[in-house]
């Protein structure tokens, strides 16, 4: 079985632009999350999708957005990018009521 | 900070020796994950302890659990270079899965 999958690894962008990151789940995973990991603030929660509704938010800006598709393919959206958005972003998926968690490689994003 | 507190922070040892890592944690739980990530990639499930438990072992790793001290710890014995890597503990706060601090392992051969 195919893991999760992550689209782009890398990408640079600058202050101001608008990034979409993509994240394929595990097939049979309707639960789909997401995290930004930073040096300084670690792995923090960003939100979490299952059958295309937004279950969770963590405390982000309203500038961090993201959808889920039918075929449970989980898009994020950061817009007017700052400095500060610079991490890796992970995407993880998971069975519905279970506790583990299944991670992509993440994309790393650096805004300059 | 609805982190999870994990030390050391940084753990140097030689191929062979043990590594025991500790997590705290501020609120209740009904289970506790620890994961571990190589050199910033994904992170990989290790082992999960119900609060129910209170120790659970998988090949090289022990994991223990001290729901009145709100505490876990996760041993890995007789270490390899393969295990250098960050370890991190994650508990869920109201659907949403928490992460500590993080613990780096080095393991020089």
Partial sequence: KA???QTPRYLIKTRGQQVTLSCSPISGHRSVSWYQQTPGQGLQFLFEYFSE???NKGNFPGRFSGRQFSNSRSEMNV????LGDSALYLCASKVTGDNEQFFGPGTRLTVL | SQQGEEDPQALSIQEGENAT????YKTSINNLQWYRQNSGRGLVHLILIRSNEREKHSGRLRVTLDTSKKSSSLLITASRAADTASYFCARYNTDKLIFGTGTRLQVFP
């Fill in chain 1, 53 to 55: 509704t937004q279950r």
């Fill in chain 1, 79 to 82: 817009s007017t990018l700052e």
């Fill in chain 2, 21 to 24: 890592m500790n997590c705290s």
């Fill in chain 1, 3 to 5: 893991g999760v999958t």
